[in-house]
């Protein structure tokens, strides 16, 4: 007997959807609609005028980028393929300096040398963040 119902196949971009959906509400406590996500492509696609900072690129179709929804900075994964955006990422630690805030992403983690006291600001915040 052949079942009249066939069940779709949801495609790779509907996956990533769900998967920013779910972490934009378990990271940000957003809700993360279809509408929010073409905002940031476009903004990434520089259609739109959202602040927004490339901060490294991952692979040749992913790019990491912090971009401003609702007066919150958030990271996203970029996918240049399909046009969408792949996962949420947690706020990284950031290094305060005099003239500039900058993400770290670094091989240990803080991104700065122990011994300087760029540590320590990068340790409070770190910990704040977490608690």
């Known amino acids: ?12 971009k509907k996956w990533m959807h769900e998967h920013s959906r779910q972490r934009a509400m378990e ?8 509408r929010i996500e073409e905002l940031v492509v476009a903004a990434i696609q520089r259609r739109n005028s959202l602040p927004k900072e490339k ?11 912090r971009v401003m929804v609702d007066s919150s900075w958030l990271t996203v994964v970029y996918d240049k393929t399909r046009k969408c955006i792949i ?26 040398d122990y011994g300087t006291d760029d540590y320590l600001v990068v340790l409070e915040q770190h910990f704040e963040f977490k608690q």
């Open 27 to 34: 990271r940000y406590d957003i809700f993360w609609s279809k």
């Open 87 to 112: 996962t949420l990422l947690p706020d990284a630690p950031t290094v305060v300096s005099e003239h500039t805030t900058i993400p770290v992403m670094s091989d240990n983690n803080l991104g700065v």
């Open 1 to 12: 007997m052949i079942s009249a119902y066939i069940r779709k196949r949801k495609t790779k």
């Open 55 to 65: 901060v490294r690129k991952q692979s040749n179709s992913r790019t990491i980028w």
